[in-house]
């Protein structure tokens, strides 16, 4: 069965300061993780995947199939990060993307 | 650039009522699937198709039906509304199969039943 956690609903942090966003997972196959984000008024939209090892809007995510988990990291928290972030999880063989409960960043000030 | 198109965006129902969310796609994606976003629940899966004429049970799929007669349309039928289907319900497609495919979503449809 496929599973995503995310432990955190909330997270807020000062602008400038590092983010991260916990994404820890359960799958027997071998998985493929995203980051999906949905901004206040707009469509939840991809914002990396694990298989590009790609730096989106200065956000990176590296897969630790060790610990099964892909947590979403920046350096720099800028106040337009603010938004709902999804962590979700895939694979070969599998049909569907399963979802994690979301976490909602606020960057205050 | 259409993407995924859905109707309508809000909709306020009755108990016992039915209804249909549309839902049509012009990129010629063979997937399709329907969420709902409940509040600190994440989405979960009510149902997907794999193509014309297929469609599959997701996580939740009860009190709600689908069909796929051609590559652009999935609609989602609620036949007896219920509270417990107050929700926001997304659309989304992909290419090909979910592993590692890139889903584009519809702007939602938010849904309440009184």
């Known amino acids: 069965a496929q599973r995503v956690t995310q432990p955190e609903k909330l997270l807020s942090v000062f602008k400038g300061a590092p983010v991260e966003l916990k994404c820890n997972y359960s799958?027997?196959?071998?998985?493929?993780l995203f980051w999906y984000v949905q901004y206040s008024r707009q469509r939840l939209q991809l914002l990396l995947r694990?298989?590009s090892r790609e730096s989106i809007k200065g956000f990176t995510a590296d897969l630790n199939k060790g610990e099964t988990s892909f947590h979403l990291k920046k350096p720099f928290a800028q106040e337009e990060d603010s938004a709902m972030y999804y962590c979700a999880l895939g694979g070969q063989g599998a049909q569907k993307l399963v979802f994690g409960q979301g976490t909602r960043l606020t960057i205050n000030p | 650039n259409a993407g995924v198109t859905q109707t309508p965006k809000f909709r306020i129902l009755k108990i016992g009522q039915s209804m249909t969310l549309q839902c049509t796609q012009d990129m010629n994606h063979n997937y399709m699937y329907w969420y709902r976003q409940d509040p600190g629940m994440g989405l979960k899966l009510i149902y997907y198709?794999?193509?014309?004429?297929?469609?599959d049970k997701g996580e939740v799929p009860n009190g709600y039906n689908v069909s796929r007669s051609t590559t652009e349309d999935f609609p989602l039928r609620l036949e007896l509304a219920a509270p417990s289907q107050t929700s926001v319900y997304f659309c989304a497609s992909s290419r090909r199969g979910q592993g590692g495919e890139k889903l584009f979503f519809g702007s939602g449809t938010q849904l309440s039943v009184l």
């Open positions: 198709s794999v193509g014309a004429g297929i469609t």
């Open positions: 799958y027997s196959g071998s998985p493929e």
């Open positions: 694990h298989i």
